[in-house]
């Protein structure tokens, strides 16, 4: 007798290719998936980026740097300030807070390009549509080194 065909068989067959597929998908599917989802994961892991020497920042003018922020797939570039106020180092976001548009250093203030926006050394508003202050980011310094929360 010919047991080639047997349901056995079959049923022994399918449950081995089962398990071969199974072994496979988990095999290539943790690298993927972990290659996927470690933008997501880090995301909220926020870094700290070197803003510039401690030592240059200088009472009454402000710094210009640049950082990077991590937003899930995409890195994108930031603009910010670092202002003496006293013994303390601040780092402002370049950021208006009425179109958000790059606010420049000149003359001792912060200018917005888009709206006339005119902002004081320490954020607040002075003139123009903006309501709020430029937005504070967290720093501490390392060093001799400047270093702001991404």
């Not at 079959?10 to 470690?38: E, K, M, N, Q």
């Not at 912060?110 to 309501?131: I, K, M, R, W, Y």
Request: aromatic content about 6%.
């Amino acid at each position: 007798m010919d047991d080639t065909y047997s349901p056995e068989r079959r049923r022994l067959l399918r449950r081995l290719g089962a398990a071969v597929g199974a072994s496979f998908t988990v095999i290539l599917g943790i690298p993927a998936g972990a290659t996927v989802l470690d933008p997501v994961l880090r995301r909220g892991a926020a870094g700290w980026a070197e803003a510039g020497a401690a030592g240059a920042v200088r009472e009454g003018a402000a710094t210009r740097f640049t950082f990077e922020v991590r937003a899930g797939w995409e890195t994108r570039k930031q603009v910010g300030f670092l202002v003496r106020e006293g013994e303390t180092i601040v780092a402002l976001s370049a950021r208006c807070t009425h179109a958000g548009c790059t606010v420049r250093f000149r003359d001792g203030r912060f200018h917005c390009p888009c709206h006339a926006g005119v902002f004081a050394l320490d954020g607040q508003p002075l003139e123009g549509p903006p309501e709020a202050p430029l937005a504070r980011l967290e720093t501490r310094v390392e060093n001799g080194q400047v270093k702001v929360k991404a």
